[in-house]
């Protein structure tokens, strides 16, 4: 592949910042941001007027309103973005640390935690995301090169360039974070090839955007988001704890990875679960799909299709099928499931034992929404994403998901 | 991408096996071990007759003597490899365990190790990796799907089948280890695409499989083995402990990715090193290729060009380099090394430190061969390969390092 000479010298430049601040003092990099933070505070009627060409130019292209309130930027919301990252000083810093062994030869190792290196991120026109992916970047050593939806291109620019600028005020260097400077298509398909200087691509977005990533990416990606997610409700659950988590599942915030996507009930528990959690359901006006089953219970639900199991819907619809026993639902979910969250509502400890054991994914509840799926929830304080491959790590992805290893190996002449 | 009936099944036996072999117990698994390195010794014959078959057609074909003989098998060679298996059972079980901590709204969450599921191994003609691979896979609870080199099918497909069928007797899936079945390239091709069934990849070989590999894998790979490995000998270094370093790192074993190819020399101590270091290297029919002024001090070397900073040579060539101080020798590294392991030959604590902190690699040592870089010799107990990539893992991956975790999240009926 042809690379254009903007992109190798943004990955020559972002490879010697991520050299520099591997081995940046966390005094500096907390500085850093929260100098960051302040120049976004003071930086708000630059980034607002950025954003409204943005914001303008989107709605005149038709953009969904959805994608357009997204795109939006407020003088709350900045304030906000400057919070986000000031919080991102105050958590511990993941560089270094470790454990040591010696061996029988006198060999002391020591695998010890350093940055990944120079971190790609393309993500959607979401500017908020822009800060806080650089935040997170620098406070685990790493350099970031930001590509965020071409309908955020403007207010990207100048929440880089004010980030960049009190990265360097503070001591860094400025190319600690780069956005790609436009959104020539080319630009990403070369990004995605660009191994000499990347360490590690993550996307983040809808499900066409990962999968343009990963089929085409030959830079390591982490793969994120894709959620389908389910809820067994097995014949032992309490019936009130049941209808409370699964509409909680559903409804907090249908258009996120970790939301339920597809319910499966115990039949020994079908008659009394769902025509109670149907009449939550309503409320919400969430619409439903479901087995034959489903549909004597549930006299409104529509006729699911073989294609409703496979769907993540971000949206306020819930497929639901009858299963004549945990069996039957640790084989739906192996068949259909994508490995996120999945969660059982039980008080039968052999049962959720099984669940917890037997279904793969990042995350296995019992007796809990499938929403707690979020770093901040866990408790990481912030997130890049949900990782949803095996390799590197899987779940929420804080600090410490954006170091890797390295030995270090002291002696005193040992040989092979 | 078209995907053969063949490795479709063959893909989804070996998603079953995984998610079997996940929860397996470790008692099981051991005793499939012991029960996989007796088939092999039983099997004896059997083996040595398929690998003479495998031998006489690459002899024909004129396959080089160092491939041949890595290709060959004898009767000693098998019992080292049954007994390489029985080692396996012996190490701890990576599965299980972990962490657990509590969030203020009650969940317990647990950070538990569990298997990667499906991991694919891609290697060249060297049939003792089948059965290793086989072992550490088994043992981390994956199923694995290999693919040797085209040269060693007949030999693999017995050891497949023998270990296979040892491990269904001990009562686990035969799929737990399946070869794909014919030398067809397109079986590579899609098997490196084959993401609903596959979840690592790992190539293992000469630069040009692991490229190829790389370049082509939309399933996520662990990129292994390339080394331009590099020791400094500093002002500082003791020269006797200089000369054994550096002269085992090259001619211990010239051919694997650890051994050395590159030596930095400090101006100050050149005069004194390089011509007793090159009176050991002609020893061992070293061939040295210098700069200028190593030249001058060692007249009989052959002028290194720009290519040989990038060379990993796998011989018995060292290329030397003197350089004005460590500042030099760092950026020597950064600008030609592949991150894999080098050496600082020192006294002298703040170099040490400087050198240690400051280089990126996946092993760096202080006064020590970078021969050392080995799962066996880390303490490991065995390796399934090499990590050069920052994703996942640097450096030996042992069994550990053929995992990856699972949070599972206990609660009362919590909502977000």
Not at 93 to 104: K, V
Not at 244 to 257: I, L, Q, S
């Amino acid at each position: 592949m042809e690379f254009s000479p903007e992109l190798l010298g943004l990955g020559e430049r972002a490879r010697a910042a991520a050299r520099r601040l591997a081995f940046a003092d966390t005094n500096v990099k907390d500085l850093a941001l929260r100098a960051m933070a302040a120049a976004l505070r003071q930086g708000e009627t630059e980034i607002l007027a950025a954003n409204e060409q943005d914001v303008s130019a989107a709605a005149a292209q038709g953009l969904a309103a959805s994608l357009l309130s997204r795109l939006t930027l407020t003088p709350e919301g900045i304030r906000d973005i400057a919070g986000a990252v000031e919080a991102v000083a105050d958590l511990p810093d993941p560089i270094g640390g470790g454990e040591f062994w010696t061996r029988p030869n006198g060999l002391k190792i020591e695998k010890t935690r350093v940055p990944l290196g120079v971190v790609a991120i393309i993500y959607e026109a979401r500017p908020n995301v822009t800060a806080d992916a650089a935040a997170l970047c620098l406070k685990s050593g790493n350099a970031c090169i930001l590509r965020g939806g071409t309908e955020a291109l403007r207010s990207n620019l100048v929440l880089s360039r004010l980030i960049s600028a009190a990265a360097e005020n503070a001591g860094l260097p400025a190319a600690c974070v780069q956005t790609l400077p436009g959104s020539d298509r080319a630009y990403v398909e070369q990004l995605m090839r660009l191994n000499r200087y990347v360490d590690v691509l993550i996307p983040r977005g809808g499900a066409a955007l990962i999968q343009n990533v990963v089929q085409n990416s030959t830079v390591p990606v982490i793969e994120t988001g894709t959620g389908v997610c389910h809820a067994f409700v097995d014949a032992a659950a309490d019936m009130d704890k049941a209808v409370r988590v699964v509409f909680n599942a559903k409804t907090n915030k249908p258009g996120v990875c970790n939301a339920l996507e597809t319910l499966l009930v115990h039949r020994a528990a079908a008659a009394d679960y769902l025509p109670r959690l149907a009449a939550e359901l309503r409320t919400a006006g969430v619409e439903m799909r479901g087995c034959p089953e489903t549909r004597t219970l549930i006299p409104d639900a529509l006729a699911a299709t073989e294609a409703d199991w496979r769907t993540e819907y971000n949206d306020f619809i819930l497929s639901i099928r009858v299963v004549a026993d945990l069996d039957e639902a640790l084989d739906h979910i192996y068949r259909y499931g994508t490995k996120h969250s999945e969660t059982i509502l039980t008080e039968d400890c052999a049962a959720a034992r099984r669940f917890l054991r037997e279904t793969d994914a990042a995350a296995v509840y019992l007796n809990a929404s499938t929403r707690f799926t979020d770093g901040g929830r866990f408790g990481f304080g912030a997130e890049i994403g949900i990782s949803t491959q095996k390799l590197h790590t899987r779940g929420p992805m804080g600090l410490t998901e954006l170091t890797t290893i390295k030995y270090v190996v002291y002696g005193d002449g040992q040989i092979v």
